[in-house]
């Protein structure tokens, strides 16, 4: 194709984790054909589902934050897609140049510290995600949605806790690991403080090692790991675990 598409952000603004986008929003065109071909027929993007595996698999690298994630290792995608939403590029735009990281990683230049591996997400998942960032991505006033309980329950909400386990308190119902109304009772704060900080310490019976997200020490503060076990603690005990009947 001769016509190159072209983006030309104002040069002071832009940051350089920026500077990959430009070669990404070609790769996008193809990208959104791709998306667009590949979800003919089959199901749209679910953008819920989305921010949970984002929270999974994406959210130990980078920032973003209607994620509520903050880890510094690739680029805060907000401050990445701001300048190109701010010329007026739209979400689908920003899920194009997504999909295409995501097949094929473009290493940042200068910074070749840390590159980011090829097909994290694939099929599905990948429309998924991509869809939930190019909804979200560099949105101004984009923020985590607001959940009831107290500040542990908003942690456990961000970090998409409940996608894989069942927890009555929060209205969750995953099903990947443990059900914690059942698994909680008896645990003190400091065992539930290193199930999650450490959960390939012990592993709970009949679950697979290296499921759980393992560095989730790294990317909450300390403050959050607290309120988040406090909230646990507080949630299944007392009677509030309402007896639902699932047994592994
Ligand atoms: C192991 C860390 C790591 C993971 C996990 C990761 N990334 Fe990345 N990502 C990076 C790095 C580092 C870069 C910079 C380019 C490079 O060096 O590969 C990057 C670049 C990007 C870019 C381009 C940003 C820009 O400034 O142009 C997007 C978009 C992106 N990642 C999205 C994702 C999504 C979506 C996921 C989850 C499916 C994900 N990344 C998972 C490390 C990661
Ligand atoms: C991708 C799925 C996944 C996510 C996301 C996840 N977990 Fe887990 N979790 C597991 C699995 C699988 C196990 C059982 C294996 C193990 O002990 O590591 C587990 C174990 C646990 C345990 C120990 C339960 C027991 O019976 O000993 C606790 C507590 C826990 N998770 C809390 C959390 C919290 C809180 C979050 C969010 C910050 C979270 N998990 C996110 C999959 C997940």
Redesign the pocket.
Known sequence: MAATYRLRPAASRMSR?????PP?LALALLAGLALAASGCGTTDPNVERGRI??VQ??G???ALAQAGTTAQ???N?D???ASARAIGQNDATVEG??AA??ES????VG??A????PD??EGQD?ID??AY?GKY?GVPGAAPPKVPGGPGAQVFANNGCGGCHTLAEAKSGGVTGPNLDEALPGMSAAMVHESIADPNKQIAKGYPPNVMPPDYEKTMSPKELDDLVQYLIESTSGGKASGSSSKG
């Open positions: 984790t920026s500077k990959l986008i990404l595996l984002f698999k994406c130990t690298c980078h290792v690739g680029p995608l401050d990445a897609f140049v997504t990281q995501i990683p473009r290493p940042m910074n070749p840390v590159s980011m591996p994290i997400v990948l995600v991509a960032v991505a």
